[in-house]
């Protein structure tokens, strides 16, 4: 049986990009390079993290390597296809296991130690919270661009009874 709080994680985490990619291209800030960038890092973490689960190879990649804004925003959406697919899948024993990041020692270096394994479902805690963060820094920077950001608060999203991603 699947975890349904990291379920719900991940449709809150595709609901609020799809937001945010809205008010991206409605407010003209789509040509701000510091938008796509942090736009491109929230998606390929994503994908980076679903490749360490599914034994899938680890690409972070250049944000010209995917192509145009809207082959971006396509990119990120069937990215999020393939997490919730892969979360709605995931039993008690996937969810537990402890698959190595290919990234750990650039931490471990950091640190100045090993770090401790970490399970599939901490890991997909970590992709929401990681997402979350960076989500944050791109409505900052709609605000300096005198722009209106989404509300994508978690609660929000539950008040408004979960709604689904709206990527048109």
Known sequence: MNDPRLLLLMRHAEFADAAV???????????????????HHIHAVQRAFHAVWTDGEVDFGERATVGDTEALVGWGREGHRQ????????????????????????????????????????????????????????????????????????IAWLWLDRPIADWE
């Not at 100045?112 to 960076?134: C, Y």
Request: glycine share 4%; proline share 7%; no cysteine.
């Open 21 to 39: 990619w809205k008010a991206i291209l409605r407010s003209g800030a789509a040509s701000d390079d510091r938008v796509l960038d942090l736009m």
């Open 83 to 154: 997490l919730q697919r892969y979360v709605e899948s995931a039993d008690e024993e996937e969810l537990v296991r402890q698959p190595t990041i290919p990234w750990a020692h650039y931490f471990e270096r950091r640190f100045g130690r090993p770090m401790e394994p970490v399970s599939v479902g901490d890991m997909i805690q970590q992709v929401a919270m990681h997402s979350i963060h960076h989500r944050g820094q791109v409505t900052s920077r709609l605000r300096e661009l005198e722009a209106e950001p989404p509300l994508v608060d978690w």
